[in-house]
Structure formats: C-alpha cells, structure tokens
C-alpha cells in the first residue's frame, strides 16, 4: 500500500466531513438489552455499559474505512458515570457522560468470515455485558431472510492487519458480525504443541467462534487499555479505524441529548495481513 493512497483516503474522509456531514442522535437506553441477569445497571445511580465494541465499516462488499471523523455537536455535562464490565471480572471504568471508548490490541492469528449483510443478521441479538460480541442465543436473521446478498461480496478479513505506515501489526476484529472463524495451519517447522487446530480448521459454530475471540479480544478492553474521550461541543475526534476498536458508552435521560457528526468512507482495498515471515516469527 503506497503513502499516496493511504494520503488520498484520508484526504477524501476529511472532504466528506466537510461535504456530506449527516446527523445523527444516540441514545444508549435504546440498545438492546441482554435478558436475566445480563441487564443494564441501575442508571439512576450512575451505572452504564459498553454498547458494542466495533468499527466503522460495511463488512460487506466494501473496504472498511481508513478513517473516521466524529465532531461533538451537542454533548451532555452531566457528571462522570461508571461503566460496569458485568463479565465477573470486577472491571469497572469511570466515564464522563456520553464518552466514545477506544482501544488497541496486538496478536497474530487467522481469518474470519463475516455474515452477509452483518448489521442486518445481528439486529435482533443482544450484545453481552462488555459489548464486546453478541450473545448465543439464536436471534440472528436465518440467512434465508436476509436482504439478496452474492457469495463474491462476503467480507473474509486477516484478524491481524498490518499497517501500511508502521508495519506494526493489529489485532483488528468486528466481533459482533464475525460468522465463522478460519484457522490456518501452523507453518512448517514450528512446534504444534499446546496449539489449538495446528493443522487448520473452519470454524462455523457461532458459540465457539465467538468464544475463541473473546477469549483473544477480552483482554484488550481491561480499564487500563481502554481510553474514554471526555467530550465537549465542538470537539473533533479523528481516529485511524484500521487500529482501534470503539464503542458508545452512556445512560441517558429523557431530557439529555448526543448529537454528534460522524463521517468515514469506505477505502480503495482491504487491509492486509501478516506476511510469511511475520507469521514464522509471532505464530
């Protein structure tokens, strides 16, 4: 990937920011909630969660964006809250009101094969406590009910990216929308011991696809890892989509309004993955 066309995607991302800005309002107490004991805390006593761990792309069809813009048009001033984790852990990570969560992770791993129409499949579905993935309890749209959707445009993305810059590599996963997990084969002349599926697999079953990456990715969400922007009007968050993960985080009363200008534009080509040498060297 030359540095000219990673200059013209963001170039082009920050002319749409100017260009086709659209508005729109969020309010986390619409989230699906998950049912039991998995629901929401208590918000009048300042308890909130994760909505969903993401980034900003199709994941259908389209390249996932380089970057994404947020501008804070309208941004509550209420007091901080604490965003629970819910996952037995005990995590907790004090917010300000309304804050976007980012996070990092590095790993090297395989593949994955995302759901046509992703946001469509899991609409139904509950996120978990952590908001870092969808819960296994068979809400999905059958795929039979989906929108038309082509074999050809199904997303199958490396889980490590490499970046076109630094040549750093990213532990860069949507595990919301993930449909199956693809594992390559360990490369020849490195140890298999202790290696899960050393000689490959796919991966199809959602309870254990999604089990395996929360096991890879939950560890990168742990308070410390995790930065909450403390919003103010007018602020202008521009943030490299292809390395970090977000999520809206924030209970919200009737009266408390988020209104925010989002901008990202789908890229030229899919990321990249490791190559051959990285692989021998981290696998």
């Known amino acids: 990937m030359s540095s000219s ?30 049912p039991g004991p998995r629901r929401l805390p208590n918000e009048a006593k300042g308890a909130t969660r994760f909505y969903r761990w993401h ?21 509550p001033t209420d007091p901080q809250q604490v965003c629970r984790y819910d996952d037995g852990t005990g995590d907790e990570l004090p917010i300000p009101l309304g804050t976007t969560a980012f996070l990092k992770s590095l790993a090297m791993h395989s593949k994955v094969k995302y759901a046509p129409h992703p946001y469509v499949w899991m609409a139904p579905a509950h996120a978990m406590p952590t908001g870092l993935g969808i819960e296994c309890e068979g809400l999905e749209v059958p795929l039979t009910e989906l929108p038309p959707w082509e074999d050809a445009k199904l997303k199958i993305l490396p ?10 590599l990213h532990f ?18 490195k140890s298999k011991e202790g290696m899960l ?5 796919r991966l199809t079953d959602l309870k254990e696809v999604r089990g395996l990456l929360y096991k890879m990715q939950r560890p990168a969400i742990a308070p410390k890892l995790v930065y909450p922007h403390d919003w103010k009007e007018k602020d202008l968050v ?7 993960l977000h999520s809206v985080v924030g209970a919200f009363t009737s009266d408390q309004v988020r209104a925010f200008h989002q901008c990202n534009l789908a890229a030229s080509d899919d990321p990249t993955g490791p190559t051959t040498e990285d692989v021998k060297k981290w696998a």
């Open 5 to 34: 066309l990673v200059t013209l995607d963001i170039a082009i991302a920050l002319a749409c920011l100017v260009l086709a800005w659209f508005l729109f309002r969020i309010n986390h107490r619409r989230a699906p909630l998950p």
């Open 55 to 75: 980034i900003d792309a199709a994941l259908y069809d389209l390249s996932p964006p380089r970057v994404t813009t947020l501008y804070g048009l309208t941004v």
């Open 159 to 168: 889980v490590v990216w490499k970046n076109a810059v630094t040549g750093e």
């Open 172 to 189: 860069q996963v949507h595990p919301c929308g993930v449909a199956e997990l693809l594992v390559e084969s360990i490369p020849e002349g």
């Open 197 to 201: 599926y050393p000689d490959g697999a």
């Open 238 to 244: 521009i943030f490299h989509n292809r390395g970090v």
